[in-house]
T-cell receptor, first 109, second 114 residues
Framework: GQNIDQPTEMTATEGAIVQINCTYQTSGFNGLFWYQQHAGEAPTFLSYNVLDGLEEKGRFSSFLSRSKGYSYLLLKELQMKDSASYLCAVRDGDYKLSFGAGTTVTVRA | IAGITQAPTSQILAAGRRMTLRCTQDMRHNAMYWYRQDLGLGLRLIHYSNTAGTTGKGEVPDGYSVSRANTDDFPLTLASAVPSQTSVYFC?????????????FGPGTRLTVL
């Protein structure tokens, strides 16, 4: 089975930086995804990591360490619209995605 | 271009009834997936199809069946609904199963079984 852990909730102030950690134990590894999901909406793709290191995409960056089974999503210059759930998902050896329970980020003015 | 559509948007269903959730994509993606999302549990894979004509079981397949007669459609059927199947159901598709090819999600179906 798969085991993917991420914090349940985080709160930060507009303009600040927030780091969402994700640890995983899976049967095989073929990439890690981060998705954003606003309340009542579908998840949308944010980032993909398959090799160790940092991937930067505008205000969002994602980091992966395969040896540690660890990833984080970094959100910079937080905006009110970034209030959402952030889902860590690992693609296993059978190329299926397993999702963490999600981290709800609340951005306060 | 619609992407992925799901129907119905929401449904209240009596226990024991049969229900089919519809999913259609117009992106000609090979792979399609059904997930359920429950509070505190995240998205869990029910069934998947890597290509038309083939299907596979995910993490929580019991009580559900799927078919993939063509590329575009991937219906999910609850043969005899039970209250524990109350959930939000998301259909997703991807152009393939490897590399950086992400999954695109439909808007979801909110199902309540009483």
């Amino acid at each position: 089975g798969q085991n993917i852990d991420q914090p349940t909730e985080m709160t930060a102030t507009e303009g600040a930086i927030v780091q969402i950690n994700c640890t995983y134990q899976t049967s095989g590894f073929n990439g890690l995804f981060w998705y954003q999901q606003h309340a009542g909406e579908a998840p949308t793709f944010l980032s993909y990591n398959v090799l160790d290191g940092l991937e930067e995409k505008g205000r969002f960056s994602s980091f992966l360490s395969r040896s540690k089974g660890y990833s984080y999503l970094l959100l910079k210059e937080l905006q009110m619209k970034d209030s959402a759930s952030y889902l860590c998902a690992v693609r296993d050896g059978d190329y299926k995605l397993s999702f963490g329970a999600g981290t709800t980020v609340t951005v306060r003015a | 271009i619609a992407g992925i559509t799901q129907a119905p948007t929401s449904q209240i269903l009596a226990a024991g009834r049969r229900m089919t959730l519809r999913c259609t994509q117009d992106m000609r993606h090979n792979a399609m997936y059904w997930y359920r999302q429950d509070l505190g549990l995240g998205l869990r894979l029910i069934h998947y199809s890597n290509t038309a004509g083939t299907t596979g079981k995910g993490e929580v397949p019991d009580g559900y069946s799927v078919s993939r007669a063509n590329t575009d459609d991937f219906p999910l059927t609850l043969a005899s609904a039970v209250p524990s199947q109350t959930s939000v159901y998301f259909c997703a598709s991807s152009d393939g199963t490897s590399g950086s090819l992400e999954q695109f999600f439909g808007p979801g179906t909110r199902l309540t079984v009483l």
